[in-house]
């Protein structure tokens, strides 16, 4: 049996960097709900395999594979099941309208080989909190700076913004930003 719902979004950022935050896998663990370790396996071309840990999933690790048609979608499924459970999706990005942001189409399933009680519910609960855990990521990243920092290999540690000051610790730099008079200073 197959579930599948589906979610439309908007994020104010573009489509690169929206882009940049799906296929950062190994960042999941730092913006993904529920997923607590994740690690980029292998990369090839448009293909990615990725090992994610997601404790509210059962103790199992979820290996996915990913094809990326960048900057447009990623398409993913679940390869460590041998067809009978685990989750499958694809994600389509497409410039807004009005040229001011990114439109997100979502969609997000799981086959299951008996009938499971809350299965949709379950999923349209997961797909709304990392859809608006993908807003923040984007927003993040075009904020912080790494925006086009390929794979996301550096890491935000921390991000402080108050004022006419903005301070990030990237690994074990830290970089402060202070605006005096419309002009910024590093």
């Known amino acids: 049996m197959r579930f599948t719902v589906r979610a439309s979004l908007y994020i104010k950022a573009p489509r690169r960097v929206v882009y940049s935050a799906l296929a950062g896998y190994r960042q999941y663990e730092s913006w993904v ?5 994740s690690r980029l396996l292998a990369r090839e071309g448009e293909l990615a395999i990725a090992e994610f840990l997601a404790p509210p999933y059962g103790n199992d690790k979820l290996l996915l594979e990913f ?3 960048k900057p447009d979608s990623v398409v993913f499924n679940q390869v460590d099941r041998l067809r009978q459970d685990g989750v ?3 994600v389509e990005l497409k410039e807004a309208p ?5 439109m997100v189409e979502a969609l997000l399933g ?3 080989s008996a009938l499971r009680l809350g299965c949709r519910k379950r999923l349209r609960r997961v797909l709304k909190r990392t859809t608006a855990a993908l807003t ?4 993040k990243l075009l904020t912080s700076g790494l925006s086009d920092v390929p794979d996301q290999r550096a890491k935000v540690m921390e991000i402080d913004i108050g004022g006419n000051e903005v301070t990030m610790r990237v690994g074990k730099q830290t970089y402060e930003l202070v605006r005096k008079d419309g002009e910024a200073e590093v």
């Open 110 to 112: 799981a086959k299951a």
């Open 98 to 102: 009005d040229g001011s942001g990114t």
């Open 136 to 139: 923040d990521r984007a927003i």
């Open 88 to 90: 499958f999706g694809r």
């Open 67 to 69: 094809v990326e048609s």
């Open 33 to 37: 709900p529920d997923i607590v370790r």
